[in-house]
Nanobody, 123 residues
């Protein structure tokens, strides 16, 4: 079992940056593959980025490539998402998620979820 808690969201202007964090309450953080998803109003939850247990492999959605960076600190039980050059279309609730299945991109493969943190990009 793992509990996840996101933070770092907020209201920013286009072109700004944010760093989202997700702290996990578990003794075995390193056993989990982690990911960020997001959900905009009226839309389905979509994959943003994933990272494997030792940070050897990462994956990004097309919209995140080149602007977002996923990372983790296993010593601090924390997952990060550095989001740069934010655009209005990045506005969504961002969720962190954990799975033991592997570096998957389908939300259905993730068993544990945080409550989400709101990111709003607007001028």
């Amino acid at each position: 079992q793992v509990q996840l808690a996101e933070s770092g969201g907020g209201l920013v202007q286009p072109g700004d940056s944010l760093r989202l964090s997700c702290v996990a309450s578990t003794r075995s953080f390193i056993n989990y593959f982690l990911a960020w998803f997001r959900q905009a109003p009226g839309k389905e939850r979509e994959f943003v980025a994933s990272i494997d247990r030792l940070s050897h492999g990462v994956s990004y959605s097309d919209s995140a490539k080149g602007r977002f960076t996923i990372s983790r600190d296993n010593a601090k039980n924390t997952l990060y998402l550095q989001a740069n050059n934010l655009k209005p279309e990045d506005t969504a609730v961002y969720f962190c998620a954990a799975t033991v299945l592997g570096p998957v991109t389908n939300a259905r493969e993730y068993s544990w979820w945080g409550q989400g943190t709101q990111v709003t990009v607007s001028s």
